[in-house]
Nanobody, 124 residues
Framework: QVQLVESGGGLVQAGGSLRLSCAAS????????MGWFRQAPGKDREFVAT????????VYADSVKGRFTISRDNAKNTVYLQMHSLKPEDTAVYYCAADQRPFPSTRMTEYYYWGQGTQVTVSS
């Protein structure tokens, strides 16, 4: 089993920054592909970013490319999502996900473990 706990969400003005963290426990973190997804009110959950087990391969949704950065610290069992130039449309609950797969994935259905989510609200 893997437990994922997100933190770092909050209220920020448009143009501001936030850093989300996702702490993992339970199994060997370094063997897991990690991903961030988000769900806005009334919308489906969508892919944001993913990172390989080594950190050497990352993929971003077009909507966040150039503004968000995903990274991981395997020594701390933590994955991060640094968010800059935030926009009101980034408002959502952000979820961390993990799967013991060989390559990063943008598909929600390919992640087995999920956190409870952290709220990010961007005011205009």
């Amino acid at each position: 089993q893997v437990q994922l706990v997100e933190s770092g969400g909050g209220l920020v003005q448009a143009g501001g920054s936030l850093r989300l963290s996702c702490a993992a426990s339970g199994r060997t973190f370094s063997s897991f592909v990690m991903g961030w997804f988000r769900q806005a009110p009334g919308k489906d959950r969508e892919f944001v970013a993913t990172i390989s087990w080594s950190g050497g391969n990352t993929v971003y949704a077009d909507s966040v490319k150039g503004r968000f950065t995903i990274s991981r610290d395997n020594a701390k069992n933590t994955v991060y999502l640094q968010m800059h130039s935030l926009k009101p449309e980034d408002t959502a609950v952000y979820y961390c996900a993990a799967d013991q797969r060989p390559f990063p994935s943008t598909r929600m259905t390919e992640y087995y473990y999920w956190g409870q989510g952290t709220q990010v609200t961007v005011s205009s």
